[in-house]
């Protein structure tokens, strides 16, 4: 079982490009999860979507958008990176239809912005 | 809003020795309360999860108690291996929150 499969594992941008990361699972999941991982801050939510055709913003959105592609797909796309933007980033999907299931991540994409 | 804080790290220790991370909330209602662990170059994986007061998770010899009374979710290890070497994550999902809230996470090294 494939999971949670991100793309790239690794990138490197210069300041003011553009570039899209990919996710997808197989697990037949509503909610799908974007999250950045930086040294002593933890993991922080960049936005999630709940369910198919919708998209909600978390902790830090600014600098990303999203798009819900259809249920298997969920794309972060940084239009103009900043090397504040240097993080890993994780994608991870649940099924919410009890409070308490957990998440399932990928193996993450370590970008650098340059 | 919620919130996790646990211990920071890092912690170092030798092989066998006993293990204690601690991990306090604070969430609205009835949160579920989960630790991740993350080894080195990857993803995070679910290592245990308690759902309701008084649950005990419990997963390759860790183990977690859920304590209302004291908003706690303590991961414990009688006895570490190096094979522990990693991160991990205490996070709470609140209700009907789609959301998973994580702490900052805590580098744990086992030395042999």
Redesign the interface.
Known sequence: NAG?TQTPKFQVLKTGQSMTLQCAQDMNHN?M?W?RQDP??????IY?S?SEGTTDK?EVPNGYNVSRLNKREFSLRLESAAPSQTSVY?C?S?E?TR??????????TRLTVV | GNSVTQMEGPVTLSEEAFLTINCTYTATGY??L?W?VQYPG?????LL?A?KADDKGSNKGFEATYRKETTSFHLEKGSVQVSDSAVY?CAL?????????????TLLTVNP
């Open positions: 949670v909610s999860y999250y002593g801050m933890g993991l922080r939510l999630y709940a978390g994780f991870a649940s919410v409070g308490n299931t957990e998440a399932f991540f990928g193996q993450g | 949160p579920s989960f991740y990857e993803g995070l994986q679910l999860k759902t994550f999902r609140g209700g009907s929150n789609y959301k998973l809230t994580f702490g900052k996470g």
